[in-house]
């Protein structure tokens, strides 16, 4: 096993076997609450959860996030997790392609797991810094794999703290913009949930992205993960201190509320249950979802324990814009009538 595939599998562990969420900073969205109607004029059933996402009909707003793969543990995961989203109809992003694109027959994987998502998008992931090294090879190896988006993570405090990290980030932007010219395929650009500020946002979206995932603090904590790994004693005194660095989510879609009508925003990070969820869309993100969560609920009952939390997450988002007297998505998502800030005596301004 190569160093990149053993350190993938190690990540995997820790994310299942730890408690490697943040130690005080929260995701945001216990400050803020639906207003409830007690009269929508509209009957449960009437209620609409579709959505639409790269030429696909969703049948929820609700995205799986980047997983780990390339090693055994991963592949399978994945796999399943293809079949779950492809009959679910919910989006699918797949963990880092790094380990492929360094043993490049394994990446018949990749090819099988598209071949399994026909229903729904499929998004490969690779990292900023690698981005940069593989930039002559990528858009072969995209068109190769038929992806229907590319995601590049942002993670310089990852890179920082990781054992084997390249923080390495001058000629980030430059690097984006030239895959955004060489490729067809969307571009969504993220954060790998420590959070990205309105001012990235705003810089990504000036460099032409349509696709970001804001990935923000709260849910897991990719330092913790990676001071698990570290062996040196003062590195990781020296992770510790970044323990809860990070924007919640939710205060990152409350600030950049205004802007999800030009960019199309996904929203990650502690989102763990459907409630905060629903209140993710509501707050303007185009999908939701996590991680985590699914990588949990498939240690301990397999697909079929997935199945069952979208199912749940579905019927909460129901519930959520029926008691608010929403039809569909779009009436719900970034209504600033629907919900507001716990401590904010007015509605949204």
Known sequence: ??????????????????????????DGF??????NNSLPELNLDETDTTTSFLEYKLEIPLIISAISGGEDT???????????SNDEKIALELGSIRPYLEDKAKLSILKEIRSICKNNPLIANLGAVQVKSYLKILPSVIEEIGIDCFSIHLNPLQEAIQPEGEPLYKGIKEAIKSLKREINTPIIVKEIGIGLSRNVVVELMNIGIEYINIAGAGGTSWVKIESERITDKLKREIAREFYDWGIPTATILNEIRDLTKDVKIIATGGIDRGIKFAKAIALGAHLAGGSRIFVKK?????????????????????????????KNIDEFRANKNIIREKYAFNSFT
């Open 74 to 84: 991963g592949d399978k995961l994945n796999m399943q997790l293809a079949e779950v």
């Open 30 to 35: 216990d400050w803020f609450y639906f207003i």
């Open 298 to 326: 498939w240690t301990e009952g397999g697909q079929n324990a997935i199945r069952e939390l979208i199912h749940v997450w579905k019927e909460v988002l129901k519930i959520a814009m029926f008691c608010t007297g929403c």
């Open 1 to 26: 096993m190569n160093g990149t595939k053993k350190r993938k599998k190690e990540q995997l562990t820790i994310a299942t076997e730890k408690d490697i969420t943040y130690s005080t900073l929260s």
